[in-house]
């Protein structure tokens, strides 16, 4: 069926890249050895950050942060990398600066944003233009590396948000080395829709997308780079990446390394929702699109609006996320800011010289004296994480983590830390990973999870009220490439949650397995939910669709996880 997971610990293997660049040492946040009075401010911020949510401790440097009441003999005997499980490093791979034509921000200023709402990995992503091709791919660069040598205990990516040709936006980022600005510039400049020209969705203009991913692929075999990732961006926004495109950029490159692993599962400008008295009083999301000649004719209405601040391809039980799960093929979900201009900030654009396609860049802000509710965005880490399983504290590790769909997202801090196995037959997988077991082999879901420990950016602490198991089974590649829908997928059960702090350790019997299944995990504050767009049969208490207008996100907090599968044989 075309499986890649071929590790029982969930954890795919990349030779050639894998751990090379591994790094054991914690940031200086994250290691009780390094006392408190030697933090620089954003350090002790981020410890601060960390401590309040439980998080600060000897166990930490083991792996999960709650892997040490988490873990048994059974987890441990399985000969896991990993024993007690993985770090989990937030991060954003979605942030716009001044190099973005509707940009405003220093990278700098990103960056120290992200830091201090509790980041640890950040990918720098102005859009993919002629002035970006031709200047602000190498302008941006020596920003960036002031960055990285400023936070030493963050992580920042160079990248850009490419222009799919014939589809949206995608984040497109590489390992940083001697060649990163050379690859991202050929790539944007052979590549990018906007530079070429190559908007339309045409069949023409969709192999130049799959052209694009086979060249960045190119890249890392023949080391120019050690490595790359794309994701897309805000996937249901206006229709035009259809099921098709998705499942070729999903298979443009060879499984053993593949490029395309995922899309947004909920999209940035979250606060576009909140009224018009106190913000912008449009979409959540900015989701207030309806369908357009390159829009695919199979969507309906309803795909254009975000769902509890998700993507509909998200959001929908039984829609064209799992349809792709159900085929047993990573594809995995993110969560991030889009930030570019931010709700209630008070830096304006600086003038009177931004000149952006002479100078490939706007000049740094200004103060501009008064609080600005215009805007929809968040500071990175504001107000939506992407939190991945990494093997150590290094830039290899983060890229591997998210290759390997170890990746749990959450809005406004709903939670402080996840921890999900399948365990059955003496073997155990995680988060993007899979169980090979005998069938019939009973297996069991354990989900230990850390609720807020403190408040969030909004001021209060946020309560986690329900968690669902949404379960499918895996039927296998589809005929149809357009496919959009997995009919055997539906919430298995339901947990409520009745604590305001510490763990909750949840436990879902699959039973005695005799075919292939992959399970995945939401979770609300039950503020908001509907009737699922597939029926109560399949999702009694979704998300509701978010009210253009009126869609406060600090209202409506939603997680997901990526799926595990069990692969009985």
Same mark, same amino acid.
């Given at each position: 069926?075309?499986?890649?997971?071929?590790?029982?610990?969930?954890?795919?293997?990349?030779?050639?890249?894998?751990?090379?660049?591994?790094?054991?040492?914690?940031?200086? @946040?994250?290691?009780?050895?390094?006392?408190?009075? @030697?933090?620089?401010?954003?350090?002790?911020?981020?410890?601060?950050?960390?401590?309040?949510?439980?998080?600060?401790?000897?166990?930490?440097?083991?792996?999960?942060?709650?892997?040490?009441?988490?873990?048994?003999?059974?987890?441990?005997?399985?000969?896991?990398?990993?024993?007690?499980?993985?770090?989990?490093?937030?991060?954003?791979?979605?942030?716009?600066?001044?190099?973005?034509?509707?940009?405003?921000?220093?990278?700098?200023?990103?960056?120290?944003?992200?830091?201090?709402?509790?980041?640890?990995?950040?990918?720098?992503?102005?859009?993919?233009?002629?002035?970006?091709?031709?200047?602000?791919?190498?302008?941006?660069?020596?920003?960036?590396?002031? @960055?990285?040598?400023?936070?030493?205990?963050?992580?920042?990516?160079?990248?850009?948000?490419?222009?799919?040709?014939?589809?949206?936006?995608?984040?497109?980022?590489?390992?940083?080395?001697?060649?990163?600005?050379?690859?991202?510039?050929?790539?944007?400049?052979?590549?990018?829709?906007?530079?070429?020209?190559?908007?339309?969705?045409?069949?023409?203009?969709?192999?130049?997308?799959?052209? *694009?991913?086979?060249?960045?692929?190119?890249?890392?075999?023949?080391?120019?780079?050690?490595?790359?990732?794309?994701?897309?961006?805000?996937? @249901?926004?206006?229709?035009?990446?259809?099921?098709?495109?998705?499942?070729?950029?999903?298979?443009?490159?060879?499984?053993?390394?593949?490029?395309?692993?995922?899309?947004?599962?909920?999209?940035?400008?979250?606060?576009?929702?909140?009224?018009?008295?106190?913000?912008?009083?449009?979409?959540?999301?900015?989701?207030?699109?309806?369908?357009?000649?390159?829009?695919?004719?199979?969507?309906?209405?309803?795909?254009?609006?975000?769902?509890? *601040?998700?993507?509909?391809?998200?959001?929908?039980?039984?829609?064209?996320?799992?349809?792709?799960?159900?085929?047993?093929?990573?594809?995995?979900?993110?969560?991030?800011?889009?930030?570019?201009?931010?709700?209630?900030?008070?830096?304006?654009?600086?003038?009177?010289?931004?000149?952006?396609?002479?100078?490939?860049?706007?000049?740094?802000?200004?103060?501009?004296?008064?609080?600005?509710?215009?805007?929809?965005?968040?500071?990175?880490?504001?107000?939506?994480?992407?939190?991945?399983?990494?093997?150590?504290?290094?830039?290899?590790?983060?890229?591997?983590?998210?290759?390997?769909?170890?990746?749990?997202?959450?809005?406004? *801090?709903?939670?402080?830390?996840?921890?999900?196995?399948?365990?059955?037959?003496?073997?155990?997988?995680?988060?993007?990973?899979?169980?090979?077991?005998?069938?019939?082999?009973?297996?069991?879901?354990?989900?230990?999870?850390?609720?807020?420990?403190?408040?969030?950016?909004?001021?209060?602490?946020?309560?986690?009220?329900?968690?669902?198991?949404?379960?499918?089974?895996?039927? *296998?590649?589809?005929?149809?490439?357009?496919?959009?829908?997995?009919?055997?997928?539906?919430?298995?059960?339901?947990?409520?949650?009745?604590?305001?702090?510490?763990?909750?350790?949840?436990?879902?019997?699959?039973?005695?397995?005799?075919?292939?299944?992959?399970?995945?995990?939401?979770?609300?504050?039950?503020?908001?939910?509907?009737?699922?767009?597939?029926?109560?049969?399949?999702?009694?208490?979704?998300?509701?669709?978010?009210?253009?207008?009126?869609?406060?996100?600090?209202?409506?907090?939603?997680?997901?996880?990526?799926?595990?599968?069990?692969?009985?044989?």
């Amino acid at each position: 069926m075309g499986h890649t997971h071929g590790h029982e610990h969930g954890h795919h293997h990349h030779h050639e890249h894998g751990h090379e660049g591994a790094d054991t040492t914690l940031p200086a @946040a994250f290691d009780t050895a390094v006392p408190d009075e @030697a933090l620089t401010p954003e350090q002790r911020s981020r410890r601060s950050l960390l401590r309040r949510a439980g998080l600060l401790g000897a166990g930490l440097a083991a792996g999960s942060v709650l892997a040490q009441g988490a873990a048994t003999p059974a987890y441990a005997s399985t000969g896991g990398r990993r024993k007690n499980g993985y770090l989990w490093l937030a991060g954003d791979h979605h942030i716009h600066t001044q190099y973005s034509s509707d940009g405003k921000y220093r990278v700098g200023d990103q960056v120290r944003q992200g830091a201090a709402h509790g980041l640890d990995w950040m990918v720098i992503t102005d859009h993919g233009s002629d002035a970006h091709a031709r200047i602000g791919v190498d302008k941006v660069n020596p920003d960036i590396r002031e @960055a990285r040598d400023t936070y030493e205990d963050t992580l920042v990516f160079q990248g850009l948000e490419w222009n799919i040709p014939a589809a949206e936006h995608g984040t497109v980022f590489v390992h940083p080395g001697r060649n990163e600005v050379a690859v991202l510039k050929q790539f944007e400049t052979d590549y990018d829709g906007s530079v070429k020209g190559a908007t339309d969705s045409t069949p023409a203009n969709e192999a130049l997308a799959v052209a *694009g991913l086979t060249f960045l692929s190119e890249q890392v075999r023949s080391r120019r780079v050690k490595d790359v990732l794309m994701l897309a961006n805000h996937p @249901a926004r206006k229709g035009l990446d259809s099921p098709h495109e998705i499942r070729a950029w999903r298979d443009a490159t060879p499984a053993s390394h593949q490029i395309a692993v995922g899309f947004e599962g909920a999209p940035g400008h979250q606060a576009g929702g909140i009224e018009k008295t106190y913000g912008m009083g449009v979409a959540r999301g900015l989701y207030d699109n309806s369908p357009s000649a390159n829009s695919f004719a199979g969507y309906p209405p309803e795909s254009y609006r975000t769902w509890g *601040g998700f993507d509909w391809m998200t959001a929908t039980v039984g829609g064209l996320w799992d349809s792709l799960l159900a085929e047993g093929r990573p594809w995995w979900i993110t969560a991030n800011s889009d930030s570019h201009q931010v709700y209630t900030d008070t830096a304006v654009r600086g003038g009177p010289d931004s000149d952006f396609n002479l100078n490939g860049r706007h000049t740094d802000p200004v103060y501009g004296g008064k609080i600005d509710t215009t805007q929809g965005d968040y500071w990175p880490g504001q107000y939506s994480r992407t939190h991945v399983g990494s093997d150590g504290f290094s830039y290899a590790a983060v890229m591997d983590g998210i290759r390997a769909g170890r990746i749990w997202v959450d809005h406004g *801090g709903l939670l402080s830390g996840l921890d999900a196995r399948v365990a059955g037959g003496g073997r155990w997988a995680t988060l993007g990973g899979a169980l090979h077991v005998r069938k019939g082999t009973r297996v069991t879901l354990t989900v230990d999870l850390g609720l807020a420990g403190g408040a969030n950016w909004a001021g209060f602490v946020p309560k986690l009220a329900r968690v669902d198991v949404v379960q499918g089974d895996v039927t *296998g590649p589809v005929s149809d490439r357009d496919t959009l829908s997995a009919p055997t997928a539906r919430v298995a059960k339901s947990y409520e949650v009745n604590k305001s702090s510490g763990t909750v350790r949840l436990t879902y019997d699959l039973g005695a397995v005799d075919r292939p299944v992959y399970v995945r995990l939401r979770g609300t504050d039950g503020n908001r939910s509907a009737v699922g767009l597939r029926g109560a049969a399949v999702d009694p208490a979704g998300p509701a669709v978010d009210v253009l207008g009126d869609a406060d996100p600090w209202k409506d907090l939603w997680f997901y996880s990526n799926p595990v599968w069990v692969l009985p044989s």
